[in-house]
């Protein structure tokens, strides 16, 4: 009885989900259909991007200590996203909010064009590899795979990122953002990941961002020229 009853709850759980991704899908990705996104112009406009994106390792210091994603051969149209999120408040971290008030919807489509062009270009099997079995729970009550892909690579919406071998340290402090939602400085508006996260404690989501962190992925980090 009480396994009927989990069962019936996830089942719930994830064709709420469903509708509330599509839903979601459809507006996030509206907002600038219009506009285009030249590569070649965003590697000119990307000088705020690679103080902190551009070092292999970096690491910031807010809300707390841990290296800032990986965004080369992220999905253009997540990293617009994203930006707008920044842009509009829905995502606070007062440094992206800042960055992103500066640039116009044209400026976010180069960007984002420039930063999906230069990813690993790495072929990935569907199949995601085995972690621990707590992992493997977690990942198939938060539906993960539903948004992100069978691999976590492959996004069913290009709003949406990918996520498999993204530093797990801050794919931990995303997901606890994702809970935020009463500090002016901290904290994530999304109904979907909002509905995910606050599902699992800090403890489970800190399982699934090293799981999710340890597996092969397309994204990287590029270390800028004159670092190198």
Same mark, same amino acid.
């Given at each position: 009885?009480?396994?009927?009853?989990?069962?019936?709850?996830?089942?719930?759980?994830?064709?709420?989900?469903?509708?509330?991704?599509?839903?979601?899908?459809?507006?996030?990705?509206?907002?600038?259909?219009?506009?285009?996104?030249?590569?070649?112009?965003?590697?000119?406009?990307?000088?705020?991007?690679?103080?902190?994106?551009?070092?292999?390792?970096?690491?910031?210091?807010?809300?707390?200590?841990?290296?800032? /994603? &990986? @965004?080369? #051969? %992220?999905?253009?149209? *997540?990293i617009r996203s994203a930006l707008? $999120? =920044?842009? +509009?408040? !829905?995502?606070?971290?007062?440094?992206?909010?800042?960055?992103?008030?500066?640039?116009?919807?044209?400026?976010?489509?180069?960007?984002?064009?420039?930063?999906?062009?230069?990813?690993?270009?790495?072929?990935?099997?569907?199949?995601?590899?085995?972690?621990?079995?707590?992992?493997?729970?977690?990942?198939?009550?938060?539906?993960?795979?539903?948004?992100?892909?069978?691999?976590?690579?492959?996004?069913?919406?290009?709003?949406? /990122? &990918? @996520?498999? #071998? %993204?530093?797990?340290? *801050?794919?931990?402090?995303?997901?606890? $953002? =994702?809970? +935020?939602? !009463?500090?002016?400085?901290?904290?994530?508006?999304?109904?979907?990941?909002?509905?995910?996260?606050?599902?699992?404690?800090?403890?489970?989501?800190?399982?699934?961002?090293?799981?999710?962190?340890?597996?092969?992925?397309?994204?990287?980090?590029?270390?800028?020229?004159?670092?190198?």
């Amino acid at each position: 009885m009480f396994f009927t009853n989990c069962l019936s709850k996830m089942n719930k759980f994830l064709l709420t989900l469903s509708s509330i991704l599509v839903a979601y899908a459809t507006t996030v990705t509206a907002y600038a259909q219009d506009i285009h996104g030249d590569a070649a112009a965003g590697s000119k406009k990307n000088a705020l991007c690679v103080g902190c994106h551009g070092i292999k390792g970096y690491h910031i210091g807010f809300p707390e200590v841990h290296q800032v /994603p &990986k @965004i080369n #051969g %992220q999905g253009a149209g *997540y990293i617009r996203s994203a930006l707008h $999120a =920044y842009k +509009t408040g !829905d995502r606070k971290h007062p440094s992206m909010r800042t960055i992103a008030a500066s640039l116009s919807e044209q400026d976010m489509a180069d960007l984002a064009a420039f930063y999906e062009s230069t990813g690993t270009g790495a072929t990935l099997s569907a199949d995601i590899p085995n972690g621990s079995a707590k992992a493997q729970s977690l990942l198939t009550q938060g539906g993960c795979t539903s948004c992100h892909g069978a691999n976590l690579s492959k996004p069913i919406d290009p709003a949406y /990122p &990918k @996520i498999a #071998g %993204q530093h797990s340290d *801050y794919l931990y402090v995303a997901l606890r $953002a =994702y809970k +935020t939602n !009463d500090k002016p400085l901290i904290g994530r508006g999304h109904p979907i990941m909002g509905g995910v996260a606050k599902q699992f404690s800090n403890a489970d989501l800190k399982v699934l961002a090293d799981y999710v962190g340890s597996l092969p992925g397309e994204i990287q980090t590029v270390q800028r020229d004159r670092l190198k």
